[in-house]
């Protein structure tokens, strides 16, 4: 007598992509990216998308929809399979039964999740935010935790935890909310000081964003209040760093059964219609690096070195980009890293593994398959 047996059934895959920060759109060129590298063979997907304002949507699987298309950025609301119904994740860790709920309708199972590839940047999902609800749900995730991602998202305790291992950075001043908010002169005269110790042009950034919005090139005292609330439109916190004369240098880190490799080094060469390396270069006009960066033998196990030690510094999981300075005098000084890089088709995270030996396929199953043997809580 024969005995039915059942295949087990695939590992499922939630994407979630989209989120209440300004990297929003790119959020969905990523997602869209991913879901077309994903192995529909060995993985179920299931797409959530997260509106502008915090609705967690059931989204149409349709990578298609999700690029850049005549420099108009995608948006999840319009991917978003209604315009009202809410998708909501377990809280209980006994189950990971995803439910969709829509007004005067019965709840709607949508089965088990085992792992969730979240493709936020920014606040409300990059920031340690949706890592920590994920933990409460004993849920798997790709990526980083909730401490590496929480100091990955801001600047200023990024610096000082790599100031701490060792890591060279860059000059910079901090200007919290409540500064600018109740002595705007006094911020003001704290910023000029900077520029004095430093010299003009100086950066305005959100201190917790990416993709280089709400940033603004300072080149003078003129520039400087509307730099800083453009910033602040993003992030009421904000941080003013120094000019550094250099290449930008770009690294990917990726963990491996053994623990975490550096890829091939990128260079973002100058561009000659921007003043910096922008959103619109990065994003509108495709501004391309140079893989690999042409900077010697030397130089590259060197910036190996430090992008792997970046990652341990902040104690990443998964994968992290680490952008570099190489200074005048041959010296590295790091700028930040991104626990969650742009996977978009024009990404430096997945063209330096491509240089690597690590197609964009292979790249997304690694970081699947990481995510699925490792455990949720301390660790």
């Known amino acids: 007598m024969s005995e039915n047996t059942q295949s087990p059934r695939k590992p499922r895959v939630a994407v979630v992509f989209g989120g209440r920060s300004s990297e929003h759109a790119i959020s969905v060129v990523t997602a869209g990216a991913v879901l077309r590298a994903i192995d529909r063979d060995k993985y179920d997907v299931l797409p959530i998308g997260i509106t502008r304002e915090g609705r967690w949507a059931l989204t149409a699987d349709a990578p298609e929809r999700m690029a850049i298309s005549d420099r108009a950025l ?15 994740l377990p809280v209980d860790p006994a189950s990971r039964e995803v439910v969709l709920n829509e007004p005067g309708a019965l709840p709607q199972a949508l ?11 920014g606040p409300y999902g990059e920031d340690g935010t949706l890592q920590g609800l994920l933990e409460l749900s004993d849920i798997p995730y790709v990526g980083a935790g909730v401490l590496a991602s929480a100091v990955g998202q801001d600047k200023e305790y990024m610096k000082r935890v790599f100031v701490s291992f060792g890591l060279p950075v860059g000059p910079y001043e901090v200007i919290r909310p409540r500064e600018w908010e109740q002595n705007p002169a006094a911020a ?6 900077f520029a004095a110790d430093h010299g003009w042009p100086l950066f305005v950034k959100p201190a917790r964003g990416g993709s280089s919005v709400g940033i603004t090139k300072v080149d003078d005292l003129s520039g400087l209040d509307e730099a800083v609330e453009e910033a602040r439109r993003h992030d009421p916190k904000i941080i003013v760093e120094a000019l550094l004369r250099g290449r930008e240098i770009e690294c990917g880190v990726l963990e491996f059964e053994d623990g975490p490799r550096a890829s091939v080094p990128a260079e973002i060469p100058p561009v000659t219609d921007h003043d910096f ?5 990065k994003y509108i006009d495709s ?3 140079l893989v690999p960066a042409p900077i010697g033998d030397e130089a590259t196990a060197e910036v190996q070195r430090l992008a792997v030690l970046a990652y341990e510094s902040v104690s990443c999981e ?19 890293i991104n626990t969650m890089p742009g996977f978009t088709p024009i990404s430096m995270y997945p063209r330096m593994w491509q240089e690597s030996g690590v197609s964009y396929p292979e790249l997304v199953d690694r970081l699947i398959q990481a995510a699925l043997n490792r455990s949720t809580g301390l660790r």
Do not use: W
């Not at 995608?74 to 909501?88: F, I, K, M, Q, R």
């Not at 390396?277 to 270069?281: S, V």
């Open 277 to 281: 390396y922008d959103f619109e270069a």
């Open 287 to 289: 501004a391309s690096g």
């Open 188 to 193: 003001r005269k704290k910023i000029v000081e």
């Open 111 to 121: 089965g088990e999740v085992d792992v969730v590839f979240p493709v936020l940047h």
């Open 318 to 336: 998964g994968l992290v980009r680490a952008d570099f300075f190489l200074t005048e005098d041959g010296g590295f000084v790091i700028n930040e």
């Open 74 to 88: 995608p948006d999840v609301a319009e991917l978003a399979e209604s315009a009202t119904g809410g998708v909501v």
